[in-house]
């Protein structure tokens, strides 16, 4: 037993945040937003001279683990590029993301891209081509939609898992960053002649915050632990890993906004930059309720494992 | 990064649980019930124990133990609590009244005390609480007054569980005057007391836990041996911070919440057997419990590596809110039927009405929640807050 994450893999994330903090840090998803143009003219340089192409999480532990770290940077910063899903490249060059059913695919930064392989839990996969401009709203400033083409082999359900993990990786760098900028600014705000952080209620919210971002960290690691040592799994687990993730997001984002006061939804402050930006990761493919539903109909048919594991085939 | 507790850890789990299929009945539900019976099984499953070394995993072998790795100690934690703790009482003396006799106490204290808790054959309660200090500890104002060589304890403990079979007690008393703030902890002295001393008296608390959880001790005048002290006279506060270091990842609940949620959701087939519109809280609280062993599992990680921060305490809060979460997603599972006990007949040998109740006080026990959340805030910001 030892959930410490590998030395080369804790390495490949510092340097990715010092890389991405060279960048301009949330800036650059700001810049990004101005123009998008960004994306491929400053991000992908950085990611390229990091070695991002060469790291396949399907590898093996350590290779995942760096993954997981390098997207958990990414996070940290809102960088305005689908790390997870150019990880997750196919064979021909694809990004791979995973995507519900229909014709059409909402996909998070879906116009870089010519042609997307997307992948399902339940093993589908396809590829689709971009159809249409980013939607440029607040929360998704960068989100396309896809038009989805042929089907193709089944065996997409392993990737499917490893974006779902990487995404909450991506997730847990967010809420991380967002409770640092809490911390930092009720030890410097005053109010009533006192610091913010010597009121209790004060404390208190940051308290349960960083036990939900502990459980978050300690969650991505097992994930991806678990999906190397356990593959038949991956679904389930992954899926419990984004119900986790989802309202830790919620609830640590509410905790961070609400103690930066009127600040907090500011895009001057970057707790409001990370907050609009991993929408897209909250809601696509699915959200809280759809992951809920589909982990719950998993544990039916797979089981989850745990010191009792209970559902699957001895239901 | 690796999540196997390892070969050793898994063979002892395996055999915990052949012990406890031999010997446990099913439906037992902890040794302090209204059924005398259920304690008699506690006393021999823990002689059991002891004939194959396994009640003392986590002693040195200095002194008779097995000297087990910490995830072996996890892993008794674990399907002692997930099993209804049938060692009874006994897990208070293997746990921490032992070792900080190893630690603090004299050669005679050590031949005296530590082979019957080796063996399972003594109790002992813990009078540490008062009326006036319970998170406040150190503001305890039960009184050793020196008399002749030794001294005489005046004062009052309560929620004292065990104390009415107890044969031993831990006892926290303050010798000389209180010392004012942060050096009020100066003076107290543990004290090794037998409870048929002259002078004790016992009184139960009726509560939702059921008999034997809750008393309050009283000393009037009670005449304390020189030799009864443990670790000197005004040291008591360091073998305390040494007692609760013991107790410092906690009681494994998780495990027991585990297997309930299994046990249920093989009584109901599945979560498909669930109502709908519970099925969402159903998956929540399965992660929510995935969640805590991980954040213990970080604490005992930790604490191995000589590590002193607040996971424990992080631990603490996930683990005692996952515990009442699942009391509640049972208890709406089971909805008309939740309140049945065992005797009347309940789902699960009424194991989801008697987690219920235990849950209630899980964010109290040991350290209250809100305690937890001063430690953890603390350490996010730092002494210069």
């Given at each position: 037993m030892n959930p410490q994450l590998p030395d080369e893999a804790a390495s490949f994330g510092a340097a990715a945040e010092k890389a991405f903090t060279a960048l301009g840090a949330v800036d650059v998803a700001r810049r990004a937003e101005a123009d998008p143009a960004v994306r491929q003219r400053e991000v992908v340089p950085v990611l390229q001279s990091l070695g991002a192409e060469d790291l396949d999480p399907r590898q093996d532990l350590d290779t995942a683990a760096a993954a997981g770290a390098l997207c958990r940077a990414a996070g940290r910063v809102a960088l305005p590029y689908p790390v997870a899903a150019a990880v997750l490249r196919d064979h021909d060059g694809n990004p791979t993301a995973a995507a519900g059913g229909g014709g059409t695919a909402r996909i998070d930064h879906?116009?870089?891209?010519t042609t997307w392989r997307l992948v399902g839990l339940d093993g589908t996969t396809g590829i689709a081509v971009r159809a249409s401009k980013p939607l440029g709203s607040r929360l998704g400033p960068f989100v396309s939609d896809l038009e989805r083409g042929e089907s193709r082999d089944a065996g997409g359900a392993r990737a499917a898992a490893m974006w779902i993990t990487l995404t909450g990786w991506r997730i847990l760098g967010c809420v991380e960053r967002a409770l640092e900028l809490a911390v930092s600014h009720v030890r410097d705000r005053e109010q009533f002649g006192q610091k913010l952080s010597e009121f209790q209620a004060v404390q208190f919210q940051l308290a349960d915050a960083a036990v939900a971002v502990a459980g978050l960290d300690e969650l991505c690691r097992y994930t991806t632990w678990k999906a190397c040592s356990d593959p038949a799994g991956a679904a389930v687990d992954a899926l419990a890993l984004r119900l986790y993730a989802l309202e830790t997001a919620r609830t640590v984002l509410r905790t961070a906004q609400q103690l930066h006061g009127?600040?907090?939804?500011?895009?001057?402050?970057?707790v409001s930059i990370l907050a609009r930006h991993i929408q897209p990761d909250l809601r696509l493919p699915f959200g809280a309720a759809t992951t809920a539903a589909h982990l719950g109909a998993a544990v039916q048919e797979h089981g989850f494992e745990a010191l009792f594991p209970q559902g699957g085939p001895r239901a | 990064m690796d999540y196997d507790v390892g070969e050793r850890a898994l063979q002892l789990r395996g055999r915990l649980r052949e012990l406890i299929a031999q010997e446990i009945p099913e439906g037992y539900l902890g040794a302090f019930t209204d059924d005398p019976a259920d304690l008699d099984v506690a006393q021999r499953f823990c002689r059991t124990l002891a004939s194959e070394g396994l009640?003392?995993?986590?002693?040195?072998e200095e002194y008779g133990g097995a000297g087990g790795s910490v995830w072996e100690q996890t892993v008794v934690r674990e399907e002692m609590w997930a099993h209804h703790e049938p060692r009874g009482a006994q897990y208070m003396g293997l746990n921490w009244v032992g070792p900080a006799i190893m630690a603090f106490g004299n050669d005679d204290q050590k031949r005296r005390h530590l082979p019957p808790i080796a063996a399972g054959e003594v109790i002992w309660c813990q009078g540490f609480s008062e009326p006036g200090a319970g998170?406040?500890?150190?503001?305890?104002?039960t009184r050793a007054e020196p008399d002749g060589d030794g001294f005489v304890v005046t004062g009052q403990k309560i929620w004292t569980s065990y104390a009415q079979m107890a044969q031993w007690c831990v006892l926290a008393a303050r010798v000389g005057a209180p010392g004012a703030?942060?050096?009020?902890?100066?003076g107290i002295t543990i004290f090794l007391v037998p409870m048929d001393r002259p002078g004790i008296t016992v009184r139960p608390i009726r509560s939702m836990l059921g008999p034997h959880h809750l008393n309050e001790v009283f000393f009037d005048s009670v005449r304390v041996e020189p030799d009864e002290v443990l670790g000197g006279v005004g040291n008591g506060w360091k073998v305390i911070r040494r007692a609760l270091a013991h107790e410092r990842v906690g009681i494994a609940r998780y495990a027991r919440c585990d297997r309930l949620m299994s046990e249920y959701s093989d009584l109901a087939g599945g979560i498909d057997g669930l109502p709908p519109a519970l099925r969402e809280q159903w998956v929540w609280a399965l992660v929510q419990v995935r969640v805590a062993r991980l954040l213990a599992y970080r604490a005992v990680a930790r604490q191995q590596s000589g590590v002193d921060d607040a996971s424990a305490s992080a631990a603490r809060i996930a683990v005692t809110q996952c515990d009442q979460q699942v009391a509640e997603v049972l208890f709406d599972a089971l909805e008309q039927r939740s309140i049945e006990d065992k005797a009347a007949g309940a789902p699960l040998h009424g194991a989801a009405e008697d987690h219920w109740r235990y849950a209630q006080a899980a964010t109290v026990a040991s350290g209250t929640i809100e305690i937890q959340r001063m430690l953890v805030a603390r350490e996010l910001l730092g002494a210069s807050k």
């Open positions: 879906g116009d870089l891209f009127a600040a907090g939804v500011c895009d001057e402050y970057d | 009640l003392t995993v986590a002693w040195p998170s406040d500890l150190a503001s305890l104002s703030g942060a050096r009020k902890h100066e």
